[in-house]
């Protein structure tokens, strides 16, 4: 299979696992426990059906959305993850430079592998910055004040990941970093040499965020141990209203799922929350976020802007949850496949096909905006 065979999510997912290591492959492809939740988050979408109008001259439709103060030329964004030069040596230049072509926006994380003030200075899309709650105090300030300077637009705390979630994959292979791979997980990185080639002629690997705190070579300390001795699960709300005072701007929370926490998130000051289940890699058996969305939006959804991700693999899935209440829907897996098959290229296609399937469908439902979308368009099954 080539990248122009590549017509959907499944073709990239299986071009991806053709050309990685069955290790690093498993840390994308994963959940956590017995990956219910995982599995959920996409089954979601398929009990729900969209009801078109016909007849409204649908001949050209605007697909743009603002969230958070920022105008986006179509309603999804990349979401931040993790250790992206691991899937593809471009990493996250590949996916800034793909999301800055479709006008949308695109994260950085904390345990990114390009730094986030590069990528600031390469692009005008409107760029996140995602962080975890830290021990200490000071760094959570430093990382804070890093963005302030760097002219990141939005600050995102993860709040659903204060310790590690039970990724039984990873633990089979020993996938780790720095890499501490089991006799099993060896042997697949041997029968993808390509992978390594690109990997050991490239620039070194890093994480420029927490590079005094996290290194490859081992002589600081592992991604396991960062989530175990780095993060602090006594983060209370107190703590993220001071981070919320201290930010001034556009501030939001990625992790939300009930709506006592989504009213705090308001009453806080926060200006966006994220229903996200984290990609099922977390608490296996929570609720799917498309599941929560309408009751969270009905709760707060004309005082903060409510976005979600979590499965949404077509089009359709992308036009349901807006129909539903979201502002905007993120995606992670659905661009990190394209970046491990083919780097920039793939992370453009991707997002060129979810573009056309928004635009078609959105002829197709009779809806020239995304603000004409409604729960009149919906029918749960």
């Known amino acids: 299979m080539r990248l122009r065979d590549c017509h959907n999510f499944h073709d990239f997912r299986q071009l991806a696992q053709r050309r990685l290591p069955g290790p690093i492959f498993n840390y994308i492809d994963g959940g956590a426990d017995d990956e219910a939740t995982l599995r ?24 743009s959305v603002t969230v958070m103060g920022q105008k986006l030329a179509m309603p999804i964004y990349c979401s931040p993850t993790a250790l992206q030069r691991l899937f593809h040596h471009t990493g996250e230049r590949a996916v800034a430079a793909a999301a800055a072509k479709y006008g949308t926006m695109f994260g950085v994380s904390s345990l990114g592998t390009v730094s986030l003030e590069e990528l600031r200075k390469a692009h005008q899309t409107p760029q996140v910055y995602q ?45 780790s970093i720095p890499f501490r791979l089991t006799l099993g997980g060896m042997m697949q990185f041997a029968i993808k040499p390509m992978w390594g080639i690109n990997y050991v002629t490239h620039e070194g690997f890093k994480l420029p965020q927490l590079d005094e705190h996290v290194d490859m070579s ?8 960062y989530f175990t001795e780095m993060l602090d699960p006594s983060m209370n709300w107190d703590d993220v209203a001071a981070m919320v005072r201290e930010w001034d701007g556009q501030f939001c929370l990625k992790g939300i799922m009930s709506v006592n926490d989504a009213k705090r998130a308001v009453e ?15 608490l296996d058996g929570s609720r799917a976020a498309f599941d929560q969305l309408a009751e969270i939006v009905d709760a707060v959804g004309d005082r ?29 897996r659905f661009y990190l496949y394209p970046l491990a098959a083919a780097g920039q290229a793939g992370v453009e296609r991707a997002l060129g096909l979810m573009r056309a399937e928004i635009e078609r469908d959105m002829k ?5 905006t995304i603000g004409r979308l409604s729960r009149d368009n919906l029918r749960f099954r």
């Open 218 to 225: 081992g002589g600081a300390m592992s991604i396991g141990r």
């Open 364 to 368: 197709l439902m009779g809806c020239t």
């Open 131 to 175: 962080f975890y709650f830290h021990k200490d105090r000071g760094l959570n300030r430093a990382m804070m004040q890093r963005a302030k300077e760097a002219g990141v637009e939005v600050m995102m705390l993860t709040v659903d990941s204060i310790t590690g979630g039970n990724r039984e994959r990873d633990l089979r292979t020993g996938f």
């Open 304 to 332: 903060i802007d409510v976005m979600m991700d979590g499965g949404s693999q077509r089009g359709s899935h992308v036009l349901k949850a807006l129909s539903l209440g979201a502002k905007a829907v993120g995606v992670g």
């Open 40 to 63: 959920r988050n996409s089954a979601s979408f398929e009990r729900c059906d969209l009801v078109p109008n016909v007849l409204r001259g649908a001949s050209s439709v605007d697909m």
């Open 268 to 282: 806080i000051g926060c200006t966006g929350i994220i229903l996200s289940n984290h990609g099922g890699r977390q």
